[in-house]
Nanobody
Framework: QVQLVESGGGLVQAGGSLRLSCAASGRTFSSYPMGWFRQAPGKEREFVGAISWSGGSISADSVKGRFTISRDNAKKTVYLQMNSLKTEDTAVYYC???????????????????WGQGTQVTVSS
């Protein structure tokens, strides 16, 4: 069973930065793409970014140039560095593991099989 645990959320002022972490269990972490999604109250879960097993990353247009995804396979951890935060970035942030080993990163919820419990990020004006 795969478990994902996010941490690093909190309250930050607009323009500030946060780094989220997602620690994973399981032996084959390095072989799977990992994604970050977020969900604001009353809205659907939306794609933020993802990183493939080989380290290539993609991100949503809304966060390009501000958010960076990275992974440390030795620590079985994926990170989301968030800079220049805006009030509209306020949401619960989730990490997720892709369904298939050695596959490209996807941007759809259905591309991911395991999900963390989420961590709240609140950006104040």
């Amino acid at each position: 069973q795969v478990q994902l645990v996010e941490s690093g959320g909190g309250l930050v002022q607009a323009g500030g930065s946060l780094r989220l972490s997602c620690a994973a269990s399981g032996r084959t972490f390095s072989s799977y793409p990992m994604g970050w999604f977020r969900q604001a109250p009353g809205k659907e879960r939306e794609f933020v970014g993802a990183i493939s097993w080989s380290g290539g990353s993609i991100s949503a247009d809304s966060v390009k140039g501000r958010f960076t995804i990275s992974r440390d396979n030795a620590k079985k951890t994926v990170y989301l560095q968030m800079n220049s935060l805006k009030t509209e970035d306020t949401a619960v942030y989730y990490c997720a593991r892709g369904r298939n080993m050695y596959s490209d990163s996807g941007s759809a919820v259905d591309d991911y099989e395991y999900w963390g419990q989420g961590t709240q990020v609140t950006v104040s004006s």
